[in-house]
């Protein structure tokens, strides 16, 4: 509200209306206690023009400090959105780096897994192929077994006829009676392999 009073007087001393105006009389002689008086307020309006200009100047230059400190404000407002969004922006990009890594990760553990899982199916397979060969293996024994056995019982056979054979027999009779008898082993049992 103390602007528009300045400003008022401001425009009156630049339109010379500080000074009352009278209508002229016919006597143009001013008297000395008049002029004295005149001079006296010219001074005082003078004296207070000086002083609201020497405000002015205050104000002037406070207005300057505070459109400085504005236009510094304004500056460090943009930096600091310039740097949250720098920050934001990095942020993000860690997000994606730690998802994408989250992800690869994944994958890895999955592939293991599958890799696991496809070890623990081919030892599963492995032990069952050993288990069958085991088996196979007792089996073959066990036929091998029984083989020996019959093939025992037919040397033991032979050599009795062989014994009851040599007594007083020739030497070619015994040959066919050999002949005969492996003859006949081959027939009975060709799983021996004669």
Request: glycine share 2%; hydrophobic share 30%.
């Amino acid at each position: 509200m103390w602007i528009f009073p300045i400003l008022l007087l401001l425009v009156q001393h630049s339109t010379g209306s500080l000074l009352p105006r009278e209508s002229p009389h016919e006597d143009t002689t001013i008297s000395e206690e008049r002029q004295s008086q005149c001079r006296k307020e010219f001074e005082e309006q003078n004296q207070q023009l000086t002083s609201l200009k020497a405000q002015l100047n205050v104000y002037r230059d406070k207005a300057r400090e505070l459109e400085m400190l504005l236009n510094y404000s304004n500056t460090m407002g943009e930096r600091l959105w310039e740097s949250y969004k720098a920050q934001t922006d990095f942020k993000e990009q860690v997000e994606k780096i730690l998802m994408k890594e989250i992800q690869v990760q994944n994958s890895t553990i999955q592939l293991e897994e599958d890799q696991r899982q496809s070890f623990e199916d081919r030892i599963n397979e492995l032990e069952w192929q050993l288990k069958n060969r085991d088996l196979k293996i007792k089996e073959i024994e066990t036929q091998m077994k029984h083989k020996e056995d019959r093939t025992r019982g037919y040397l033991k056979t032979f050599m009795d006829i062989i014994e009851k054979e040599l007594e007083g027999k020739s030497k070619e009779v015994l040959i066919r009676r050999l002949s005969r008898m492996l003859i006949f082993m081959q027939i009975k049992d060709p799983h021996l392999g004669y």
